[in-house]
C-alpha cells in the first residue's frame, strides 16, 4: 500500500513553502478557471457543496493566482461553480505569488487531500510533472506523500485515454488501481504481466483482541474504504 501524506491539516500555501501571499474578496466575474487543473471527472457535480455553502458559507477560501487583470484558480474551482449557482457577487480568496508550476502541484496536492481524484487523473498529473516539468518519480512522490513505485504505477495507468476510463466508469466498475490496470493491459492486448513491477503478496496479521468494541469496527471499516480504494482483495 502506498504511503500517503496526510494534509487533512494543513494549509496547503505553508505546507508548499509559504509562498507570498495575501487575503482578500473578489468578485465572481474576476475569477479564471484553471483547464490544465488534474481533475478530469466530477468538476460540475457540486449538489453537496451548494447545500452546504448555503448553510455555511465558503469555510475555506479560494486560492488564486494573478494572470492580467484576472485571477485563475489554483485550489477550489468546485467551490467557485457552487458559488456561482448560488448567485454570489463575490467570494473571499487567498492570493498566492507562487509560480504556475508550483501552483499546479498545490492544485494536485489540494484534490488528493479531499481524496477527490481517482488513481487515472492522478496518474496523469503524475505524468504532466514528469514529462512536462521534468521531475524525478522521488520528487513526486514528495509532494504527494506516495511511494516511488506508487507514482510510477499510477503513471503508467495514466496511459489510458480518457474516453476509455470514462467509458469504463459508466459500466458501474470503482476506478480502482486494479480495476485501471486490468483495462490497460486489455487495451494494449498484454497479458497477465503486471504493469509495474511489484513484490510477492504480502501478508499482514493484525490483532485486534486490545481494541475496544466501538474502535475495532471504525478500524474494519477504514479497512475497508483502503481496500476498496486500492483495488485490495
Known amino acids: 500500500m502506498a504511503k500517503r501524506a496526510d494534509f487533512a491539516g ?4 505553508t505546507a508548499f513553502g509559504g509562498e507570498e501571499t495575501s487575503k482578500k474578496e473578489i468578485s465572481l466575474s ?6 490544465d487543473q488534474p481533475r478530469v471527472f466530477g468538476k460540475e457535480d457540486v449538489g453537496d457543496l451548494v447545500e452546504s455553502m448555503k448553510r455555511l458559507g465558503l469555510i475555506e477560501p479560494i ?3 494573478k494572470q492580467g487583470k484576472k485571477f485563475q484558480i489554483v485550489a477550489g474551482e468546485r467551490r467557485f461553480q457552487a458559488a456561482k449557482i448560488l448567485g454570489w457577487k463575490s467570494v473571499p480568496v487567498v492570493e498566492t505569488e507562487a509560480s504556475e508550476d508550483r501552483c499546479y502541484e498545490i492544485a494536485l496536492a489540494e484534490n488528493e487531500k479531499r481524496k477527490s481524484l481517482n488513481p487515472w487523473e492522478v ?16 520528487e513526486v512522490g514528495k509532494i504527494l506523500g506516495y511511494t516511488e513505485r506508487y507514482v510510477k504505477q499510477l503513471s503508467s495507468i495514466a496511459r489510458l485515454d480518457q474516453k476509455s476510463v470514462s467509458e469504463m466508469l459508466k459500466t458501474g466498475a470503482e476506478p480502482s488501481v486494479k480495476n485501471l490496470e486490468t483495462l490497460l493491459k486489455k487495451k494494449e ?4 504481466e503486471m504493469i ?12 485486534l483482541k486490545s481494541l475496544s468494541s466501538k474502535n475495532r469496527d471504525s478500524f474494519l471499516k477504514e479497512l475497508s474504504n483502503l481496500k476498496k480504494k486500492y483495488g485490495l482483495s
Open 63 to 65: 486560492v488564486v493566482r
Open 123 to 138: 496518474g496523469r498529473a503524475i505524468q504532466f510533472l514528469r514529462k512536462e516539468r521534468k521531475k524525478t518519480a522521488e
Open 10 to 13: 494543513l494549509d496547503l500555501l
Open 196 to 207: 509495474s513491477p511489484r513484490k510477492s503478496p504480502e501478508r499482514i496479521v493484525v490483532d
Open 30 to 35: 474576476d475569477i479564471l478557471t484553471n483547464p
Open 189 to 192: 492486448g498484454r497479458g497477465g
